[in-house]
């Protein structure tokens, strides 16, 4: 056995070292690129050239360089970054400052040409002036409104503490997060500053556009630098560890700056598109809303009442429906418009147009595709017919599809709705009954209801839907009739609301932060809200929850409307501070479940669960070491030659 284990160490040892791979199948080159040297050097000081090259000791390749490969000081002229051969050459086009340390950071972009082996994070430094400046700045940049990790956005620092410089200069220094959203900015002197993030449409390293990504906050921070310890774990293989060792290093604070990235609101408004989808509709999307919809004025039809008018919660997206059928044949529909627009002082000004809306399905083909529907129909007819079987002679009208929801079980803390696809023009509670079941025997039930910002759903209100309770909403014939006169038959719907026992009731208890207008939200796996509750005193009682598996989120609605609000960087206002429970909250059946929750016990970038985020880390680029696995095959082929075993 001591012969055996020999042999394998003499091919291991063999393996160590062998580089170049070769066609017949020999050793792999699983060495990564390395520095032999560079113009200017390496940490070079009084440097005046723009012209940097770098070379390898083996040929190497450049993985997408305009987005990997950061400059700083930013660039406002791209720099020219090739690769050829064993060299890398980097031009800078802007003029170079005086006194600053240039870093140009290469992130995990180099690589061999021949294995795709990575060189790993690699940075050149070199200094205009007699210094280099060597600290450095961490930390994370999520996005405001659910902490995911923003990728690629620019980040930078500013020494001037001024609340107006993000829209005056450029960044100092920067950097671009991965897909962490983890970033490093390094080359940094001495000195008090701010970070910044900003996705920079423009390349001018300033905030100037509303649709930018931006984060900003008042912390400053004074970087500096202790020397500590790490954990390097050395692996046998896969499974097993050989050895974990204290390594020294340099360690930069601070390291956990944690910027917050919103988009404004766009409040510019104007006209993004009109069309006429469908014959019956004009439809208009605006960039923002405003409190009054547009003035229609028909120019080839009369327009005096025409419209039922539809908007949306925002008031950015306008239907007109149609009321005459007249009208709708029409295939074309000529209108000046008024409407509310900003204009260049971004003031709101009254502007009108005249838009021609074009049915996108003319007249004369839909009535060929209702002559084919037609006479499809009464093929079926002469069928039946002839077979002797029941038939009918005239074609069944069209009725109003109406759509309840929920449809089948409630909780009794459900909303029912009824909602048209087309708008009412009468909704006739009398014809509308609903009924619940007690002891076999049917109840009328009253209720109220409410038309909802949807102008075609109207919300029956007033109900106290008791548990292990059968209801029964019943409508009669003309009961429900759209602006076209289309009517929904006799309909019929029956609801079952579940018992208690189906049900978990989840309390969570907020603490770590002053604020009162808290907002908790129970959240699905895919991140989506199920249900929202205003917390009382610090605590938010959820009941009647479906048994499953969730999420937990809050956020302090400082603005009382119990939505999330972005943020403004001319107003010096924060997007609304949002949280998450670390942990997933399972609720079973007839079980009451507590969570306590500090908001702020842990950091923002450490909240958010991992089943959840959708940005997910990159794989991580590491060097293949198949000489390793090649080295054992060899193994077990020359023993099972020499020996006859079979490892």
Known sequence: MKKLVHICLLVLAVA???RMGSPDGGWYDDTPPSVVSSTPEQYATNVKTRKITIDFDEFIKLEDAQNKVIVSPPQIEMPEIKAAGKKIVVELIDTLKENSTYTIDFSDAISDNNEGNPMGNYTFTFSTGTQIDTLEAAGYVLNAEDLEPVK????GLYQDLSDTIFRKEPMMRVS????RGHFSIKGVAPGTYRAYALQDADGDFVYNQKSEMLAFNHDTFEPSWMLDHRQDTIWRDSLHIDDIKRVPYTHFLPDDITLLAFTAIQDNRYLLKTERKEPYRLDFYFTYGDSLPPIVRGLNFPSDSAFV???NEKNDTVFYWLRDTALVNQDTLRAEVQYMMTDTTNLLISKTDTIEFLAKTPYEKRLKEQQKTFEEWEKKQEKKKKKGERYDSIMPVEYLKLKFNPSGSLTPNSRLIIESPTPLERFDTTGIH?????DSTWYNVSYN????QNIRQYELTGVKWHPNSEYSLEIDSFAIV???????????????????EEFSSLTVNISGVRDTGIVVQLLNSADGVVRQMRASRGTALFTYVNPGRYYLRAFVDANGNNQWDTGDYDADLQAEAVYYYPEETECKAKWDVTRNWNLTERPRFKQKPAAITKQKPDKQRTIKNRNLERAKQLGKEYIRKSTGLNL
């Open 16 to 18: 160590g070292c062998a």
């Open 152 to 155: 690629g956005i620019l980040v």
């Open 176 to 179: 671009r997060t991965d897909s």
């Open 309 to 311: 008018v539809e908007s």
């Open 434 to 438: 609903l009924y619940t079941k007690v």
């Open 449 to 452: 209801y409410r038309q909802l």
């Open 482 to 500: 759209d602006v076209y006169g289309c009517e929904a038959k006799a309909a019929k719907q029956g609801f079952k609301v579940k018992t208690d």
